[in-house]
């Protein structure tokens, strides 16, 4: 017999005659959008030590400007597909993943701009599907800082608002703050080997 | 009460100490070590507070409770459906599925897999099941070195030590230790540590940070766990802090994840149950900084799943002790474990240390040895465990149980005693004994079969007018 087989046959003899259960299911699942949505993950996202602005559509390019000037960004990384019009029209260089960058290529880079595919607003996550304007996932995680801008209609209340929006065939990333460690003395310190500064945009609908 | 074994249970093994010294006698050495007393008392205490605060939070905590319990259990029941369910989906998103009895096998089948990329070198993100398995000695044992890429794993690494809290395996380390340990032994592995490093936390993350980076940029093969599988989709998901795992599952061209069995989900909408669950029972926070989901070959990565027994289905044939296999890992239950707070995790000679592993590791590696057997003993039976555990694992009851299967009167005798939980006046003592008592009312006077082999030694104290957690809570554990 094969190890699967096994395996399978030890389970199967172990589960025998064991009763089934039902799934309860009264948790909140998902839930409408409302208007506190943006406050609520403007705060959630700050608790994790991360700068939140919020502003309409038509802020987005000189708000994008400011904070990489802030920062001195030089070298930025923007995925394909992130839109033009949140970008500001100079102050930086620009870099392409196409072709696709090097590991070490993506190291040297300042920054990278990205949009996401779903944020959740009770927990302070922005989730990335390595669609348009995000990229593959080294791209977000190399260089030291990663700014992204989130639409309010991507804002969901909930995780299982979240969970029912995401595809799973695709490769996600949940990112909640910015990397963080409590491995000494429990001390949090931000930043080991993620990106040690996140900033996030909410453009409202208006 | 006896178990299904189908094969061979006698080759379950677990990396953990010799087995040679019972858990008092750990726990004696460790409750005179002042450094993990106070770290442990620390890091517990604000662990505590934090996960209170986030699930108090949540008006549905029960809940989520009751759901991530029926869905283990229904996954549990179904697990032979579900595991080939996994498997067809991992193989159609283009990954391979290898199946492992026991520790033996599966580090044969990874040892093999690196051997196929010509690689000496692995990038390892934290995993309890490959720390089970002793994959690093494995590896070493034929030229290949692994390099663990955890903060903590990097500093017990570093120091040549074992693990002592599933979630901050280095809390016996004080910063300083940590420093030192970066200075000394950082060169031997790679880039050495900065000169004039202090012990400011932020600096130490620094240094590991440049460390781990140029091995991140050139590594091929990775090896990491999960904290999920979904049968559903094939989707594997990792729960991390540091990004380490993000590098590790993201850079090289290999992937190479060991998961056990029972780590399955049926669908993905499963997740929104444990996405809330395990961040905020763990680490107290509404969310981990980092969550990873992959399904099959990602962005151009090969990628293997090694599926992991090891003496889990042996597990599962057990009546009782089977919900153990619902853990999600969490360590709540460590962080609120008098034992724990005072032993620390190295007395329970385990991977899987404090109140889970008194439960998991007799279980997974049977009572063969002088430890295993005293394990069930290093408890109170308070109950906070039980309260804690996000997926309501009823650990007292079956410390109770596996009491009765295997009495060791030296670990009865002692093992409250050593395990620090003599406190140093009588009252105390006598309070501490009572604290069973609000488990014990539920059972009658003396326990039908093999479980007399517990309550025949011990009185069953009177209902206390003050439950333990009202003490626990009143006192600080008994320091006030
Ligand atoms: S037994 Fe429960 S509380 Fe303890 S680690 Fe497992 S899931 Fe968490």
Known sequence: ?206 | MSRTFLGMPGTVSMMGYSGKETFPENAAKAVRNSQLRFNLRKATGTIRGRRASVVGELPDWPDLRQAGKAIKDHTLRNLDTYLVRLEEAVTKAGGHVHWARDAAEANRIVTDLVKATGETQVVKVKSMATQEIGLNEALHAEGITAYETDLAELIVQLGDDWPSHILVPAIHRNRSEIREIFVRHMSEWGRPAPERLTDEPAALAEAARLHLRERFLATKVAISGANFMVAETGTLVVLESEGNGRMCLTLPETLISVVGIEKLVPTWRDLEVFLQLLPRSSTGERMNPYTSMWTGATEGQEFHLVLLDNGRTGVLADDLGRQALRCIRCSACLNVCPVYERSGGHAYGSVYPGPIGAILTPQLRGMGSELDRSLPYASSLCGACYEVCPVAIDIPSVLIELRGRSRHPVAERAGMAAAGWVFKRQGRLARAQRMGGRMRRLVPKRLPGPLGGWTDTRDLPAIPKESFRDWWNRTDGGAR
């Open chain 1, 1 to 206: 017999m094969s190890a699967r087989d096994v395996i399978l046959a030890r389970v199967r003899a172990a589960v025998e005659g064991v009763p089934d259960v039902e799934i309860p299911r009264s948790y909140r699942g998902p839930e409408p959008a409302t208007d506190g949505l943006v406050d609520l993950l403007a705060d959630r996202v700050r608790d994790y030590k991360a700068v939140v602005h919020v502003v309409e559509e038509a802020g987005v390019a000189a708000l994008v400007a400011d904070s990489l000037a802030a920062r001195g960004v030089r070298r930025l990384v923007v995925p394909e597909g992130f839109p033009e019009t949140w970008l500001p029209s100079g102050g930086f260089e620009r870099i392409g993943d196409e072709p696709r960058l090097s590991a070490a290529d993506l190291d040297t880079a300042d920054g990278i701009l990205t949009t996401c595919a779903v944020a959740v607003a009770e927990t302070g996550t922005i989730v990335l599907d390595a669609g348009e304007g995000q990229g593959r996932r080294a791209l977000t995680l190399l260089p030291d800082y990663h700014l992204c801008v989130v639409r309010q209609d991507q804002i969901e209340s909930g995780v299982p608002g979240a969970v029912a929006r995401l595809d799973p065939a695709r490769p996600l990333t949940w990112i909640s703050g910015p990397s963080a460690t409590s491995d000494i003395e429990l001390n949090r310190v931000e930043g080991v080997h993620g990106p040690r500064t996140l900033e996030v945009v909410v453009v409202t609908s208006g």
